[in-house]
T-cell receptor, first 113, second 121 residues
Framework: GNSVTQMEGPVTLSEEAFLTINCTYT??????LFWYVQYPGEGLQLLLKATKADDKGSNKGFEATYRKETTSFHLEKGSVQVSDSAVYFCALSFLNRDDKIIFGKGTRLHILP | NAGVTQTPKFQVLKTGQSMTLQCAQDMNHNSMYWYRQDPGMGLRLIYYSASEGTTDKGEVPNGYNVSRLNKREFSLRLESAAPSQTSVYFC??????????????FGSGYTFGSGTRLTVV
């Protein structure tokens, strides 16, 4: 079946450090891929997305590239801030079948000042 | 520009009580979803409604019922609450499925509500 696996947290970094959160997927076909972010006490917000191989999604300094050959969609940011502390979810869906999104379990990120 | 509105934000129930969680979206979305979020479990889909007039079970439907009242509203009902239903509940909406003949089209993902924190004692 279709699934998403992301690195377990929590991940703790100092401010201005480089961030990578790994995400790999298993899917039959070519899904669209997403990263969502959940700030404390809030719902999930779409952070970025990519809809086909080699696409790069980007937003707020975060980037992720759709790698079909490694079935991965790793999230990166060059210099994290304290305000980036949140839970990050990798997800996939097939938009021309139904619109259900399959989420990973989430990775909690703590940024220390 | 409300997006997805959930009520209430917090609720405490006694075991066996019933309640309905309300969800409304103002984006003219076709599909709506109810998730629960538990520590270490991520998000689990309870029920969804691909379009007005349809509802389907998700991963963890037992103990819940849903009603797609109209295109805007999708409610979740707990008929007899149990401590295992203590969780944070999220409603979400999306444009909806396009079908196999629509071609390769791109969605904008889900819009989530801010959640309902439910405690069953």
């Amino acid at each position: 079946g279709n699934s998403v696996t992301q690195m377990e947290g929590p991940v703790t970094l100092s401010e201005e450090a480089f961030l990578t959160i790994n995400c790999t997927y298993t899917a039959t076909g070519y899904p669209s891929l997403f990263w969502y972010v959940q700030y404390p006490g809030e719902g999930l917000q779409l952070l970025l997305k990519a809809t086909k191989a080699d696409d790069k999604g980007s937003n707020k300094g975060f980037e992720a590239t759709y790698r079909k050959e490694t079935t991965s969609f790793h999230l990166e940011k060059g210099s994290v801030q304290v305000s980036d502390s949140a839970v990050y979810f990798c997800a996939l869906s097939f938009l021309n079948r139904d619109d259900k999104i399959i989420f990973g379990k989430g990775t909690r990120l703590h940024i220390l000042p | 520009n409300a997006g997805v509105t959930q009520t209430p934000k917090f609720q405490v129930l006694k075991t066996g009580q019933s309640m309905t969680l309300q969800c409304a979206q103002d984006m003219n979305h076709n599909s709506m979803y109810w998730y629960r979020q538990d520590p270490g479990m991520g998000l689990r889909l309870i029920y969804y409604s691909a379009s007005e007039g349809t509802t389907d079970k998700g991963e963890v439907p037992n103990g819940y019922n849903v009603s797609r009242l109209n295109k805007r509203e999708f409610s979740l009902r707990l008929e007899s609450a149990a401590p295992s239903q203590t969780s944070v509940y999220f409603c979400a909406s999306s444009e909806g499925p396009r079908g196999p003949n629509y071609g390769y089209t791109f969605g904008s993902g889900y819009t989530f509500g801010s959640g309902t924190r439910l405690t069953v004692v």
